[in-house]
Every structure is written in C-alpha cells, then in structure tokens.
C-alpha cells in the first residue's frame, strides 16, 4: 500500500450511496439461490460474472434485476444486508446510508416486511456488534409509474421509524424528476428527507428539477451539473452534497477513463462531492476501492483525501452534533 492508500485505510468514513441488492455478490446469489430452490442461468460464479460486462445504465439494470429475483425470506435479506455491512467495517466505514428497491421485491410477491426486517435486522446488529451506524432509504424505481411509486409508499407508512429517505433510481433517461412531484409531496408530508439519482446520465436540466421540483437534500450522481456553471453556483449555494460514484460512473460509460473522472474538478469547485461504491459487487469494488482507483488516475493529494472524507459526514443525514463528532475523530488521527 502506498502512503495515500494507507491514509485511505486508516480514515473513518461515511458511506451515501449504495443499493444494498447491488452488493449481491455471485457467491452469496448462488448460495441462496440454493436454499430457495432456484435455477440461476448460469452454472458457476464465472459465467455469471462475465456478464458483467455493460455499455450504459440499462444493460446494467437488467442484470441486476434478474440478480435481485432470488431473494425470498427475511433471512435472505439479512444475509444480504449483513454481507455488505462486513465489507464496509473492512473499508473503515463507521456510517452508511443504504438504499433498496422495494418494488423490485414487492413485484415478485415478496411483502415488504420481510424486505424491511430483514434489512433492518442486519443494520441494528452492525451498530451493536461492528460499530456501524446506518439509515435506510426507500427509493423507487423512476421506470414505472408515478402512481404505482405512490401505491409502494403507502406500504412504507407502517415502517416510517425504520426509514430516513425517498430516493429515485432505475432508468434516468426519458423519466425527468418532474414525473414524480406528487411522490415527493406526499414523502414530505411523511417527515421523509429527499434524494434523487439526477445528472448520472440525464441532463443537467434534470439536476434542476430535481432540486426546485422535488426539492431534494442531496444529489446522487451529479456528474452532469458541470455542464451548467450555473447549476454548480446553485448546488453550492444550496450546500447540497453530490455522492459520486467513480467505478460505476466507469463501469456504466458514464466516463471513458478514471483519469477524466470529474470528482477532482468538483472539489475544485467547491463543490461537497464525496465517494461511494453504487453497486459494489457489479462495478469491480467497494468503497475504499473507489477512492484507490481515483487517488491513482487523478494524483490525489492527502488534503483531497481528507476533504472527500469530511465531505461523507457532512452530506450524511446525521445530527450536526455527530457529524461533529465524526470529523474531529479524522482530525484526531492526521
Ligand atoms: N440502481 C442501482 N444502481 C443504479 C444506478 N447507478 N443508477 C440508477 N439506478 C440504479
Ligand atoms: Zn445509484
């Protein structure tokens, strides 16, 4: 390891943008798959991995749907869950903000409960037993309509004291923020904070929409806003966090090459941009992975480093006092 990844290694961090069934890995799939007595399409890990292979978000997407479909009990989900919150105790993260996708559960016959227990068992055992703090976000997939969004929401009122956010995700292009208004009126009036994928591959014209429209606290994505000097001015008027994603962004063709990734010009800018996995068991690495790969291909310094990780507290949905907390404890070991 090098000074700046050993750096990376010892810093604690908070992890924003993470879909708990893009964790899923192969060898976990095939296991459960197992126990549920299903055939998967392909015979070993190996086959299974070299589909792995995408051009854009929805070639992505439809593996990843298919990869969700044998997930059955409450068991499953907290094995899943339980996966991820290892790997992200390896990573130094001592926070994490994680979405699911309730519709792709509900859809196959699955209730809700067993998707929400099961994760939220996993997240209460992390804090005792790995120190890990956590929210859970309920994002809904942007693909369908806005009223079957709103008809999965209903299901969430029963378990609002286990869920922080909304969030929208699944295909951006062609599904603007805007179809989704009434969604996140109707989220407000639930006491839910608001996050939205804007600007992954949709234009910045989404990123705007998604913050006067919907009126989100923190963008996913985000990539697209240096388009717009403008919107940068507004984002950063607004203090709002983008989770930036760099080996999905890579994965996804979102950028050609890590060395033309834009988090260095965000910084730069100003802007409160920080680092995360997306889907860590499809896009090649968890979240220390991403910030190794970006270190190399940009020539990261170790102020950047710190800043990216201050900025993961920051954009959290913690207490001010906590977040506090947090970023003196980084402080504490530089
Ligand atoms: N669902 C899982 N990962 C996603 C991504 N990167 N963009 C949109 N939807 C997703
Ligand atoms: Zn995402």
């Known amino acids: 390891m090098n000074k700046i990844e050993k750096l990376i290694q010892k810093l604690p961090k908070a992890e924003l943008h993470l879909h708990i069934e893009g964790s899923f890995e192969p060898e976990l799939m095939f296991a459960i ?14 086959s299974l991995q070299a ?48 979405m699911f996708d309730p519709q792709s559960h509900t859809e196959r016959g699955i209730s809700i409960d067993t998707v929400i227990n099961g994760i939220h068992q996993a997240l ?20 369908l309509s806005e009223q079957e969004c709103l008809e999965t929401l209903e299901q969430a009122v029963p378990h609002l004291d ?51 429209v919907l009126g989100i606290d923190r963008i996913d994505h985000g990539n697209r806003c240096l388009e717009d000097d403008n919107l940068v001015e507004y984002i950063k008027q607004k203090s709002l966090t983008l989770t930036v994603c760099p080996l999905s962004n890579l994965k996804l063709r979102v950028v050609d090459d890590l060395t033309h990734h834009p988090i260095k010009i ?50 959290s949905f913690l207490s001010k006092d906590k977040i506090k907390e947090h970023i003196a404890q980084v402080d504490k070991l530089l």
């Open 33 to 46: 798959a197992k126990r549920n007595n299903i055939n998967l399409p392909h015979d070993s890990v190996e």
């Open 51 to 98: 589909t792995y292979e995408f051009n854009n978000l929805q070639e992505f997407l439809d593996i990843y749907y298919q990869g969700v479909n044998v997930l059955q009990t409450q068991q499953d989900y907290y094995d899943l869950t339980w996966a991820y919150l290892l790997k992200a105790q390896a990573d130094n993260v001592v926070h994490t903000e994680i």
């Open 124 to 143: 209460v055992d992390a804090q005792t037993q790995l120190g890990i703090s956590s929210f859970l976000i309920f994002s809904l997939l942007r693909h």
């Open 162 to 212: 286990k869920i922080k956010a909304i969030g929208l995700d699944s295909s951006e292009m062609g599904h603007p923020p805007e179809k989704f208004t009434k969604l996140y009126k109707r989220a407000e009036e639930l006491g839910l904070l608001k996050i939205a994928h804007a600007g992954e591959e949709g234009p910045p014209e989404y990123v705007w929409s998604a913050i006067d």
């Open 266 to 315: 965000m910084l730069d800018k100003g802007l409160n941009a920080m680092i995360n996995s997306d889907d860590p068991a499809y896009f090649g690495g968890y979240v220390n992975d991403n910030f190794f790969a970006v270190a190399d291909a940009l020539d990261f310094s170790e102020e950047d480093i710190v800043q990216l990780v201050k900025n993961s507290f920051t954009g």
